[in-house]
C-alpha cells in the first residue's frame, strides 16, 4: 500500500521559502509507471496544480507557469521523497500544500496536506 | 489554461436518493488515445482529496459502484446512485490532458 508523509514548517516569512518534504512508501520516486504531483488548496484560489515530476529513463519536470519563476520540485532517489521549495514567498502562497501520486492519470495516493501560513 | 465548470455548486440529498453533478470544460478532454482526461474527487471534511473516478468513467480502487461518471468531450457528469451519509462533501472534477492541469470550483454535497 503506497503512503505519502508530508513534512514541513507551518509558518514561513514573506520573501523566504517555502520547503514541503514527501516522503513515500511503497513505491519508489523513481517508478517508471506514475507521476508525482504538487498541489496547493487554499479558501481563494481552491485547488491549484503546482507542478510534477516522473522518471522515464530520465527525470522529466513540468511546473504550472503561474509559479515556475519560484518553484523547483526535486527528487531524492536514496531517501526516497521527493520536495517542494517556493521561493520569495507573499501571503498569497498561503495554502494547504498536498503531493499526490498519479498513476493512470489519476491521483490515487495523496499526503496528509501541510498547512503552510505566510506572516511576518 | 483549460477552465472547469461545475454545477450546481451546493447540493443538499436524501439518504437514500440520487444525486448528479455536471462538469464541463472550456476545451474538449478527449484524447487521441479515445479517452476523456478527466476525474473525480471527494474531499471529506478535513481530509485530503480521494479519487473516485479516472479517465472519465473507471471507478478507483475501493470506490463503491454507486459511484459513476460518464460524458465525453466537455460535458461529464458523476452520479451516486443512492446517497449515503459518509457521501458528504466537497466534489471536485479534474482535467489532466493539458498542463496546467485545473479543477473545477466544487460542489458541496450535504445531507438532509
Known amino acids: 500500500q503506497v503512503q505519502l508523509q508530508q513534512s514541513g514548517p507551518g509558518l514561513v516569512k514573506p520573501s523566504q521559502t517555502l520547503s514541503v518534504t514527501c516522503a513515500i512508501s511503497g513505491d519508489s520516486v523513481s517508478s517508471n509507471d506514475v507521476t508525482w504531483d504538487w498541489i496547493r488548496q487554499s479558501p481563494s484560489r481552491g485547488l491549484e496544480w503546482l507542478g510534477r515530476?516522473?522518471?522515464?529513463?530520465?527525470?522529466?519536470?513540468d511546473y504550472a507557469q503561474s509559479v515556475k519563476s519560484r518553484i523547483t520540485i526535486n527528487p531524492d532517489t536514496s531517501k526516497n521523497h521527493l520536495s517542494l521549495q517556493l521561493i520569495s514567498v507573499t501571503p498569497e502562497d498561503t495554502a494547504v500544500y498536498y503531493c499526490?501520486?498519479?498513476?493512470?492519470?489519476?491521483?490515487?495516493?495523496w499526503g496528509q496536506g501541510t498547512t503552510v501560513t505566510v506572516s511576518s | 489554461d483549460i477552465v472547469m465548470t461545475q454545477s450546481p455548486l451546493s447540493l443538499p440529498v436524501t439518504p437514500g436518493e440520487p444525486a448528479s453533478i455536471s462538469c464541463r470544460s472550456s476545451q474538449s478532454l478527449l484524447h487521441s488515445d479515445g479517452y476523456n482526461y478527466l476525474g473525480w474527487y471527494l474531499q471529506k471534511p478535513g481530509q485530503s482529496p480521494q479519487l473516485l473516478i479516472y479517465?472519465?468513467?473507471h471507478r478507483a480502487s475501493g470506490v463503491p459502484d454507486r459511484f459513476s461518471g460518464s460524458g465525453s468531450g466537455t460535458d461529464f457528469t458523476l452520479k451516486i446512485s443512492r446517497l449515503v451519509a459518509e457521501d458528504a462533501g466537497v466534489y471536485y472534477c479534474?482535467?489532466?490532458?493539458?498542463?496546467?492541469?485545473?479543477f473545477g470550483p466544487g460542489t458541496k454535497v450535504d445531507i438532509k
Open positions: 515530476i516522473y522518471y522515464r529513463s530520465r527525470w522529466y519536470i
Open positions: 479534474m482535467q489532466v490532458l493539458q498542463i496546467p492541469f485545473t
Open positions: 479517465l472519465g468513467s
Open positions: 499526490a501520486r498519479t498513476y493512470s492519470h489519476g491521483m490515487g495516493v
